[in-house]
Structures are given as C-alpha cells and as structure tokens.
C-alpha cells in the first residue's frame, strides 16, 4: 500500500469551468475526509466519508461542490462553476473508525488555481 | 466551541539551537492532539500525537511534545534543530462531535532555520 493518492496534483482552470479531484485511500481504511487548505491557513474540515455513506458536510462545501464515493473506495470531489475564491490545496485523508486517536494519513493534496 | 490557537506564524532558529512551537487548544472533554509537518507543496506527515497516558509524547525525527492541561496547551520540541527541519508546524486538535471524529487545525508555524 502506498498511502492516500490524490490526483492531479496540480489543476490550473479558468473561472466557470467544472473541475473534479480523486482520492484513493489506504485499501482498509473505511472512513475519509476531504480538507482545504487556503495559503497561511491551516485546513478546513469540507467533508466526511463512512464506507460509501456521506456522514457530514461543512457550511464551507457551497452548493457548487460535490462529493461522492460510490463503492467506499476511491472519493471524487467536484466543483463546479470554479470561482478565484476556490483556489487552494485540496487534501484527502483518511482512518479507520475506531482508531480516530492514531492520527489520519493525509495525501499530498491538489493544488487548485483558478485564474 | 472547539479551537487551536498557534499564537507564533513564523520562526527562525539557527542550526543546532533548540525549538518550541507553541499550541493552545480549546476543548471541553479530554482532546486527542496532534502536531503535523507539512513540506512546501506536500501533505501532512504525522509528527506525534497524545490521547492519553504519558503528558510527554515522543514523536518521529527527534521532536517531543507535553500536554499541560492546567495551560491548555500542547507545546512541540526540539533540542537541536536541523536544516531539514524548515517546514510549516500544525497543532490540531479531534472534534468528536456527532461522531465525525474532524481535525480541528491551528493556523500554522512556518519554521526557518539559519545555516
């Protein structure tokens, strides 16, 4: 197992285009959580997954994102209609439930500009 | 409500000299805290965590980090820092609200270190 991936680790995009991220989790790990972290900012909490189950969402995920992990393997995160406001690095994390006190192992995330 | 308060945004030590990177947290049951290092452009690397147990926790690449809950804070250490030490510092603290288990991040220390 390699650890969490996160593709493309870079995504450059013009304002109003549609853009989708994957993760792919470590293979047994049931729970994974998206995260954005914006610059001199430490990450925010987006979203959560349970298996395939979208337990919570935060108030910063607009109407413009979406989540999905349809098999609770890999997660897809969309946002659509990007805005300036949406660049930042992406971040994917996950665990396994029951072990929330031995830390996530986080990807190294996509870097999202959007000009 | 939960937080995490890393009151330095930037530090410079020399080479060799010793390191504290201070975190305050705000948590009403017993928190489960972290400190992650993050390498320009990179993810998180899990440094060292507490839950329970033993107030000084050992973490990886020499840092070491004690809970002091009469101050609320969770303070990382090193004796001797390395060049290879400069990176962005977080202190997060678990939220187990509603289940979630979500890190609650501080803002961040970006450490330098003079050759």
């Known amino acids: 197992d390699t650890g969490v991936s996160q593709n493309p680790r870079h995504k450059i995009t013009k304002r109003g285009q549609n853009v989708t991220f994957r993760c792919d989790p470590i293979?047994?790990?049931?729970?994974l959580y998206w995260y954005r972290q914006t610059l001199g900012q430490g990450p925010e909490f987006l979203t959560y997954?349970?298996?395939?189950?979208?337990?919570?969402k935060s108030r910063l995920l607009s109407d413009r994102f979406s989540a999905e992990r349809p098999k609770g393997s890999f997660s897809t995160l969309e946002i659509q209609r990007t805005e300036q406001g949406d660049s930042a690095m992406y971040l994917c994390?996950?665990?396994?439930?029951?072990?929330?006190?031995?830390?996530?192992?986080f990807g190294s995330g996509t870097r999202l500009t959007v000009v | 409500a939960q937080s995490v308060t890393q009151p330095d945004i930037h530090i410079t030590v020399s080479e060799g000299a010793s390191l504290e990177l201070r975190c305050n947290y705000s948590?009403?049951?017993?928190?489960?805290l972290f400190w992650y290092v993050q390498s320009p452009g990179q993810g998180l690397q899990l440094l060292l965590k507490?839950?329970?147990?033993?107030?000084l926790v050992q973490g990886i690449k020499g840092f070491e980090a004690e809970f002091k809950r009469s101050q609320s804070s969770f303070n990382l250490r090193k004796p001797s820092v390395h060049w290879s030490d400069a990176a962005e510092y977080f202190c997060?603290?678990?939220?187990?609200?509603?289940?979630?288990?979500?890190?609650?991040f501080g803002t961040g220390t970006r450490l330098k270190v003079l050759a």
């Open positions: 994390a996950s665990s396994i439930s029951g072990q929330e006190n031995y830390g996530y192992t």
């Open positions: 293979s047994e790990h049931n729970r």
């Open positions: 997954f349970q298996n395939e189950a979208q337990l919570e």
């Open positions: 948590y009403g049951a017993t928190p489960y």
């Open positions: 507490y839950f329970s147990g033993d107030t």
């Open positions: 997060a603290v678990v939220s187990s609200t509603s289940g979630t288990y979500k890190y609650i």
